[in-house]
């Protein structure tokens, strides 16, 4: 079963960098998918971050591509981001997921539970 | 960006009762549309992909249907498991925006 896990602080003062790990298991982070990171403040809508494919291309979002680095190491099947300069805005429930290839019929199918990121000195 | 804008935002409906929820693209997306349902304190579970395919697991009286920039998710016979949230998101190209979601209620 494909299961992802997000992991990280869950306090982080304004102005400083976060940074989250997800861990893939039960499918191999070298494939066709790409691994996605979407984010949801308390109580408001989803927002894609960005995604990264296992040769390490990415797509950032643009409202957030000067803050935000994803990265990937295949052979520990772990991908992260990390997002600088933070403040109280960012403060949000962050998960990581599996999408589909650009223009592929297919949806992000698999999620991890989320972990919950606040921004607050 | 290709903005995703669902309509109604909130609706109040019945256990059985058929709804519908739309979500018009900015621009042509072709079928590349899918819908997730949220519940509070869950991550959001995918239910259509492609428009109209219905993922796996997901009981039948979800469907999802239009092509172009206009589509529709219906749920028939609403149980009580599927007040939740609802969003639609486009994977026609980077950045993958999401709808502003559609809060389906008591």
């Known amino acids: 079963q494909v299961q992802l896990q997000e992991s990280g602080p869950g306090l982080v003062k304004p102005s400083e960098t976060l940074s989250l790990t997800c861990a893939v298991s039960g499918a191999p982070i070298i494939s066709s998918d790409w691994w996605t990171w979407v984010r949801q403040p308390p109580g408001k809508g989803l927002e894609w971050i960005g995604e990264?494919?296992?040769?390490?291309?990415?797509n950032y979002n643009p409202s957030l591509k000067s803050r935000v680095t994803i990265s990937i190491d295949t052979s520990k099947s772990q991908f992260f981001l990390k997002l600088s300069s933070l403040t109280a805005a960012d403060t949000a429930i962050y998960y990581c997921a599996r999408g589909p290839p650009p223009r592929a019929a297919a949806g992000f199918d698999y999620w991890g539970q989320g972990t919950l990121v606040t921004v607050s000195s | 960006d290709i903005q995703l804008t669902q309509s109604p935002s909130s609706l109040s409906a019945s256990v059985g009762d058929r709804v519908s929820i739309t979500c018009r693209a900015s621009q042509d997306i072709n079928t590349f549309l899918n819908w997730y349902q949220q519940k509070p304190g869950k991550a959001p579970k995918l239910l259509i992909f492609?428009?109209?395919g219905l993922q796996s697991g997901v009981p039948s009286r979800f469907s999802g249907s239009g092509s172009g920039t206009d589509f529709t998710l219906t749920i028939n016979s609403l149980q009580p498991e599927d007040f939740a949230t609802y969003y639609c998101q486009q994977t026609s190209s980077a950045p993958r925006t999401f709808g502003q979601g559609s809060t389906v209620e008591i």
């Open positions: 990264i494919y296992h040769s390490g291309n990415t």
């Open positions: 492609g428009a109209f």
